[in-house]
């Protein structure tokens, strides 16, 4: 502390940000754990860490900075060793004057001061920064940008040739030679690694004209990561041919691979694909984490009703279940939850699936081979010739394979499979559009869970807040009273990379097929028949479903806009803007008369009931 100046108590009491009786607390909260005063005051709730920053910069009278406001410059980062920085916790800022600002997790550590000083031959001031955001930015600064040293190196390749259309190519020898060298290995692992601890979903390479790109899929959306020099690209994409068992010499058709890899600990699966492109090959990594993967039912966001329900069906001899969604809904995470629902020594389960994401302990697994005979159609005849009592298809993507299943289904077996389909009326129409007769639909399907998956709210920033009377006008409209809901957001920090949302929940719908509906069904029903016929039974459409995890928080109101068109048409015409200040709810209008989400016909409201699990992948 600087002589003269108040100690960091009295500073944040004259600021505002503490009381007396909170800094007693505080300092018999310091004596008992041994830890600093702002470690106490954090501890206790009653101060965040850039308060304890901006109180810190002025004991100390050296400057605060805000990583979020002033992000490092790029430049800066490269100046000192990936060692150094996380070591002592500093990472450089920018040049003020002739001085280096330097954010610091500990302001007081002279040896940190010194240790930079000498790295980079400037004169360095340390500065107080909240703990959080530091903490934030040395994992991503310096887990992918400390790769920049491995750059330089170009490693003989002739960069001309790691163009697309030059028609040009290198030996293998030199692609192999390239693919293992030190500082390639170390990039490729480090991405890999970065990505699965950030919770991506995939790992995009992309190479442009001066560049390459790397971005992440994180809970759904695109978000660039790093750049990298062109010169690496040739070596980056031998190295991930090497380590996923693809041609290493072929550059000029599209390729798939695998590998398995191990990050914390725990086992990773990766599947690779590779597309030749104008500026070189593309290639994306798509990251299936076992932990994601292996679910039970219950931890899935399902609301109790429904997964009473869903139970029901898989417990079941016989039948077709079909879970439905586009690419990336979850499908197969269901689908797994579903098969380790049913999984036990009295039950002999085989799947056919392209390819096996995850191995089951239990369950007999079946890779598709075409071009060794091992289509799915193929497969599935030879599989019920195996004493069979649940069979899982991975996809039904043709009349084929969609007869074959509906058969199995009718004749003793639990059939579970996946189509791509937007909602459940979709997969009825898709199945009648296959050629699949509709008697042999309404005489083999048991039920079609169609899914997606939404934003859920950051807990670390989530807030309340109070929707706009147009925005809570057209709530109303589509799904009913919103009397007694919470509706929240999040601020945006660092473990949410200041989005306000972390990690996605389902949002289901489903359809139960009963007698009543086969009649219909086998009568030669239109879908909208049909979609007719469950809303006025009362069936809860997924849009229903994420509006209901809205009221409860979960989800952010604007994630119900994105699913559902109903709603989405609403809103456009009202002209109503979906964020509002953040503020405290207050009581709700008065609802009128709710209408059907889908088909326009008036549906019972269940009481609003809390999910019992949330999945987050």
Request: with cysteine.
């Amino acid at each position: 502390m600087v002589p003269g100046r108040p100690n960091l108590g009295r500073i944040l009491i004259d600021q505002g940000v503490i009381t007396n009786p909170q800094l007693d607390a505080a300092i018999q909260h310091q004596i008992t754990r041994g830890c600093r005063l702002g470690e106490a005051l954090m501890d206790l709730g009653f101060c965040s860490d850039a308060g304890i920053a901006r109180a810190l910069a002025e004991q100390l009278e050296i400057p605060f900075v805000d990583l979020h406001q002033t992000p490092p410059v790029p430049s800066f980062l490269a100046l000192l060793p990936r060692e150094i920085a996380l070591e002592h916790g500093v990472i450089p800022v920018r040049m003020e004057k002739d001085r280096l600002l330097v954010a610091a997790r500990d302001p007081f550590d002279i040896r940190a001061d010194e240790v930079v000083r000498q790295a980079t031959g400037m004169r360095v001031v340390l500065c107080s920064a909240p703990e959080s955001q530091l903490t934030e930015l040395l994992q991503q600064c310096y887990s992918l940008n400390s790769l920049e040293d491995g750059q330089s190196a170009e490693e003989g390749l002739d960069d001309a040739a790691a163009e697309g259309d030059s028609g040009e190519s290198v030996s293998v020898d030199q692609l192999t030679a390239a693919g293992e060298q030190v500082p390639t290995i170390r990039m490729v692992n480090a991405l890999i690694a970065d990505g699965i601890r950030r919770g991506a979903s995939d790992i995009h390479i992309e190479p442009e004209e001066q560049r390459v790109r790397v971005r992440y899929r994180l809970d759904g959306r695109m978000r660039t990561m790093l750049t990298i020099q062109r010169s690496m690209l040739q070596s980056l994409v031998a190295r991930i041919k090497i380590i996923s068992g693809m041609d290493i010499a072929e550059n000029r058709k599209p390729q798939d691979g695998g590998a398995r890899v191990k990050v914390d600990g725990k086992p990773v699966e990766l599947r690779i694909s590779t597309l030749p492109g104008i500026y070189g090959e593309i290639v994306v990594i798509r990251i299936l984490n076992h932990d994601t993967a292996l679910q039970k039912l219950d931890s899935l966001g399902f609301e109790p009703d429904m997964l009473g329900d869903l139970r029901r069906l898989l417990s079941a001899r016989q039948g077709m279940i079909l879970i439905t969604g586009p690419t990336g809904s979850g499908k197969t995470t269901s689908l797994y939850a579903a098969l380790g629902q049913i999984n036990n020594d009295e039950v002999n389960i085989i799947t056919v699936e392209d390819p096996v994401e995850i191995k089951l302990p239990g369950i007999n697994q079946v890779q598709v081979h075409d071009r060794a005979g091992r289509s799915f159609a193929n497969t599935l005849r030879s599989m019920l010739r195996q004493d069979p009592d649940v069979i899982m298809v991975g996809e039904i993507r043709d009349l084929e394979t969609a007869d074959i299943a509906c058969r199995a289904a009718l004749t003793g077996h639990l059939v579970l499979s996946t189509l791509h389909t937007q909602h459940t009326m979709g997969t009825l129409a898709r199945l009648f559009d296959m050629g699949v007769a509709p008697y042999v639909v309404a005489a083999s399907l048991n039920g079609v869970l169609a899914q997606r998956l939404v934003r859920r709210v950051c807990e670390n920033c989530a807030e309340d807040y109070e929707l706009t009377p147009s925005f809570k006008q057209a709530l109303q409209a589509c799904y009913g009273s919103i009397s007694g809901a919470r509706f929240r957001r999040g601020k945006g920090c660092g473990q949410c990379n200041r989005t306000g949302t972390r990690g996605r929940v389902g949002v289901y719908e489903l359809l139960l097929v009963d007698e009543e509906l086969r009649h219909l069904l086998a009568g030669g029903a239109s879908t909208r028949q049909v979609q007719e016929f469950v809303l006025q039974r009362g069936f809860r459409t997924m849009e229903e479903d994420a509006f209901r995890k809205a009221c409860h928080g979960l989800i952010p109101p604007e994630e119900v806009v994105n699913l559902g068109m109903g709603l989405a048409l609403k809103v456009e015409q009202m002209g109503v803007p979906l964020g509002a200040a953040p503020a405290v709810p207050s009581a709700p209008a008065p609802a009128p008369a709710a209408s059907g989400a889908s088909g326009g016909a008036s549906l019972p409201r269940a009481p609003l009931s809390m999910p019992q699990g949330l999945l987050t992948v």
